[in-house]
């Protein structure tokens, strides 16, 4: 069966020092891979998303995330945390060989502290 | 301004009592889906529609119901709701496959006491 994990449920940065979200998915199909993120009182919203091609992927905001295969991972980062990076963050997957399904991880809390 | 619009936000009933969730998009999209979001679970897919009078179950579709007369429209029904269905409930819409980007409303916080 297809899950996603997202090995954090909480984080806390300080202002200007990196911040790592860490997702692993269990799956035996490539998947194609999205980062949500979640302000307060607000819907979700795409912030990256890999599909095929190169396994370094660029999003809005300064974030970034790496797919690697072997690792069967696809964690988010970005160099320096600012205060309005303050929210929810979503791991989801998509599974080709489960009709194109989205699974969608626990979610990781991030609190940027000043 | 392209947008999915949910209403109520905020919705506290009592076990029993019928509510329905409204749910609009203005973006011409085919799919739709309804999620439920509770703590440390993610999203969960309530149910989901491809086009105009198509719907399917999603991952958690006991005790809800939905319609798509309309392809702008996909309201969530509660029928006869329950306690274990307080939520925040999300709905959301896309281009046909589904599964690229989607677009979500701001959210429904719903109580059932």
């Known amino acids: 069966a297809q899950s996603v994990t997202q090995l954090d449920s909480h984080v806390s940065v300080s202002e200007g020092t990196p911040v790592l979200l860490r997702c692993n998915y269990s799956?035996?199909?490539?998947?194609?891979l999205f980062w949500y993120v979640q302000h307060p009182n607000k819907g979700l919203q795409l912030l990256l998303k890999?599909?095929?091609?190169?396994?370094l992927v660029k999003g809005i905001n300064g974030f970034e995330a790496e797919f690697k295969k072997s690792e069967t991972s696809f964690h988010l980062t970005k160099p320096s945390a600012h205060m309005s990076d303050a929210a929810e963050y979503f791991c989801?997957?998509?599974?080709?060989?489960?009709?194109?399904?989205?699974?969608f991880g626990g979610g990781t809390r991030v609190l940027v502290k000043p | 301004e392209a947008q999915v619009t949910q209403n109520p936000r905020y919705l506290i009933t009592v076990t029993g009592k019928k509510l329905t969730v409204t749910c609009s998009q203005n973006?011409?999209?085919?799919?739709m889906s309804w999620y439920r979001q509770d703590p440390g679970l993610g999203l969960r897919q309530i149910y989901y529609?491809?086009?105009?009078?198509?719907?399917d179950k999603g991952d958690v579709p006991e005790g809800y119901k939905v319609s798509r007369k309309e392809k702008r429209n996909f309201p969530l029904i509660l029928e006869s709701p329950s306690p274990n269905q307080t939520s925040l409930y999300f709905c959301?819409?896309?281009?046909?496959?589904?599964?690229?980007?989607?677009?979500f409303g701001s959210g429904t916080q719903l109580s059932v006491l």
């Open positions: 529609s491809m086009n105009v009078e198509v719907t």
């Open positions: 989801v997957v998509r599974f080709k060989a489960a009709g194109n399904k989205l699974t």
């Open positions: 973006m011409n999209h085919e799919y």
């Open positions: 799956s035996s199909y490539s998947p194609s």
């Open positions: 959301a819409s896309s281009t046909p496959t589904g599964t690229e980007k989607l677009f």
């Open positions: 890999y599909t095929t091609g190169a396994t």
